[in-house]
Nanobody, 115 residues
């Protein structure tokens, strides 16, 4: 079993920055893909960014150039640095790990960007 715990959410003004963290524990292995998803009220959950064990990354177009995903394998932690935040970035952000055919989710952390 794998546990994912997100932290770092909060309230920030437009143009500000936040850094989210996702700490993994339990039966984590060296090969996996960790992603950040977000879900705004009334909208479907969307993939924001992902990173594999080799630190190859992917981003949704709306965050390219503003968000950076990174990982520290020794700490089993993935980060999402969010800069130039916009009100439309407001959502609950979830950490997801895909490993050996299984999907694991964190509990989510709220990010609110005020205009």
């Amino acid at each position: 079993q794998v546990q994912l715990v997100e932290s770092g959410g909060g309230l920030v003004q437009a143009g500000g920055s936040l850094r989210l963290s996702c700490a993994a524990s339990g039966n984590t292995f060296s090969i996996n893909v960790i992603s950040w998803y977000r879900q705004a009220p009334g909208k479907q959950r969307e993939l924001v960014a992902s990173i594999n064990t080799s630190s190859n990354t992917n981003y949704v177009d709306s965050v390219k150039g503003r968000f950076t995903i990174s990982r520290d394998n020794a700490k089993k932690t993935v980060y999402l640095q969010m800069n130039s935040l916009k009100p439309e970035d407001t959502a609950v952000y979830y950490c997801n790990m895909r490993q050996l055919g299984f999907n694991y989710w964190g509990q989510g952390t709220q990010v609110t960007v005020s205009s």
